[in-house]
């Protein structure tokens, strides 16, 4: 468990880091699904945005348990590094995607475009919301929404050869990410202008680009972890 603590620290950092990603593909999701809830249960606003995420959030621990399977699956053979090397330039897209670079992450998007076309009927049906078992399902199913940065996360994390660790770390960067859209959820800015700071911006994309270089194996990783 001590190997894994810094792995999640990252997990939940990189999530956060992301959140500039996160306002972009989901805040203007968040704010409609804000205005879907009936005026007599905006007294409950906060408790519905909670049970959004959570849904969200186990979605995204689901799929790393999902795709942990294929990373146990060929840990002990020649494709588990292929699958690091893949994952490593999945995140060193992510960081020069959040530092304003280069924005070719956006196509690995299109990826899950048709799982989400079969999705959002579903999710549409949902509304408006009017109880949080409700709200949790909806979350539930926005959290398979076609996403670069949580398929970047789903690689590194599927990297590891470990289906527990893969659902714990996709657990922790589903927490990373709460704080932003929870924030827009309720219409406060300050820590979403925050995020979109440009010192920011670049400091965190350099932080996922240094990440994703230790990701790549080699024994370039003994002298990133020593700096």
């Known amino acids: 468990m001590a190997e894994l603590l ?62 942990g399977l294929a990373g146990w699956a060929l840990a002990s053979s020649p494709a588990a590094k292929l699958l690091r090397v893949i994952a490593g330039l999945l995140l060193i897209a992510m960081g020069l995607y959040l530092a304003g670079w280069w924005s070719g992450l956006t196509h690995v998007e299109a ?48 990297s590891q050869g470990d289906v527990l660790h893969s659902g714990l770390l996709m657990l922790a960067f589903g927490l990373g990410t709460w ?15 925050l995020l979109r700071r440009r010192g920011v911006r670049l400091a965190g994309g350099l932080l996922v680009i240094i990440f994703g270089l230790w990701t790549l194996p080699g024994p370039h990783q003994a002298w990133l972890l020593g700096h």
């Open 179 to 193: 704080p932003v859209l929870i924030a827009t959820g309720l219409a406060a800015e300050r820590l979403g202008a």
């Open 6 to 67: 810094p792995l999640l620290v990252s997990a939940l950092i990189l999530g956060l880091l992301g959140g500039g990603h996160c306002l972009g593909m989901c805040g203007g999701l968040m704010g409609a699904l804000t205005l879907a809830i009936p005026p007599e249960r905006r007294a409950q606003r906060l408790r519905l945005l909670l049970a959004y995420n959570l849904g969200r959030i186990l979605s995204y621990a689901a799929a790393g348990l999902i795709i």
């Open 111 to 158: 990826l899950g475009r048709g799982l989400w076309r079969h999705l959002q009927p579903v999710a549409k049906r949902l509304l408006p919301v009017a109880s949080v078992p409700r709200a949790l399902l909806l979350g539930t199913l926005w959290g398979w929404l076609p996403c670069g940065l949580v398929y970047s996360t789903l690689l590194w994390a599927a």
